[in-house]
């Protein structure tokens, strides 16, 4: 569960409810949870702050819009993560850098013996790693490692199968463990 998902996960149902019933305030709170809640995401997809914010300004505008069709409101987070995945998906096609809907898994699935282990420092890096994996993997990761959610969760919010979840993380993984064998740790001289 994410910082942002604990600051307040009693709080939200009941702000969605106030919200939903025209409270402003409850909806100023609820939005700037949600803003906590998806900036880190946003950022880590798109690569670049001011297109993150950019994107996560129309998701804000679409949730609120759209505040009124949630049914559960303890659904919130995962509601709103699903709306942010749409949005920078969008954005990622429409600026040309989304690579490909459907990515390709290599014959070897990763955790075969001949692969190395990943080394315990690993999810320090993987912001930064995570820049050169497609964006569908990165989503995956992203939520999985970064905002802690299970898998199951991970193919709700991005509206994928579980199946599909699990293909993107194990070849995202993958991709991971070539960049952290041929790239140094920090501070190494290589």
Same mark, same amino acid.
């Given at each position: 569960? &994410?910082?942002?998902?604990? &600051?307040?996960?009693?709080e939200?149902? =009941?702000l969605?409810l106030?919200?939903?019933?025209?409270?402003?305030?409850?909806?100023?709170?609820?939005?700037?949870?949600?803003?906590?809640?998806?900036?880190?995401f946003?950022?880590?997809? %798109?690569?670049?702050?001011? /297109? /993150?914010?950019?994107?996560?300004q129309?998701?804000?505008?679409?949730?609120?819009?759209?505040?009124?069709?949630?049914r559960?409101?303890?659904?919130?987070?995962? =509601?709103?993560?699903?709306?942010a995945s749409?949005?920078?998906?969008?954005?990622?096609?429409?600026?040309?850098?989304?690579?490909?809907?459907h990515?390709?898994? &290599?014959?070897? %699935?990763p955790?075969?013996a001949?692969?190395?282990?990943?080394?315990?420092? =690993?999810?320090?890096?993987?912001? /930064?790693?995570?820049?050169?994996?497609?964006?569908a993997?990165r989503?995956v990761?992203?939520?999985?490692?970064?905002?802690?959610l299970?898998?199951?969760?991970?193919?709700?919010?991005?509206d994928?199968?579980?199946?599909t979840?699990?293909?993107r993380?194990a070849?995202?993984?993958?991709t991971?463990?070539?960049?952290?064998a041929s790239t140094?740790?920090?501070?190494?001289?290589?």
């Amino acid at each position: 569960m &994410s910082a942002a998902d604990r &600051s307040g996960a009693g709080e939200v149902p =009941w702000l969605v409810l106030r919200a939903q019933a025209g409270d402003r305030a409850a909806l100023e709170r609820l939005l700037s949870h949600a803003h906590a809640l998806l900036r880190p995401f946003t950022r880590v997809m %798109l690569r670049d702050e001011d /297109a /993150a914010d950019d994107v996560l300004q129309d998701v804000l505008v679409l949730l609120y819009r759209k505040l009124g069709t949630l049914r559960d409101p303890r659904a919130f987070s995962a =509601w709103a993560r699903r709306i942010a995945s749409r949005q920078i998906f969008r954005d990622l096609r429409r600026h040309r850098k989304y690579e490909a809907a459907h990515e390709e898994l &290599s014959p070897e %699935l990763p955790g075969t013996a001949h692969e190395p282990a990943l080394d315990p420092g =690993w999810v320090e890096r993987l912001p /930064a790693l995570l820049e050169r994996v497609s964006p569908a993997s990165r989503a995956v990761l992203a939520l999985h490692y970064l905002d802690d959610l299970t898998l199951d969760e991970v193919a709700t919010v991005l509206d994928i199968p579980p199946g599909t979840a699990k293909s993107r993380l194990a070849y995202g993984l993958s991709t991971l463990r070539k960049l952290l064998a041929s790239t140094p740790e920090p501070g190494e001289g290589t």
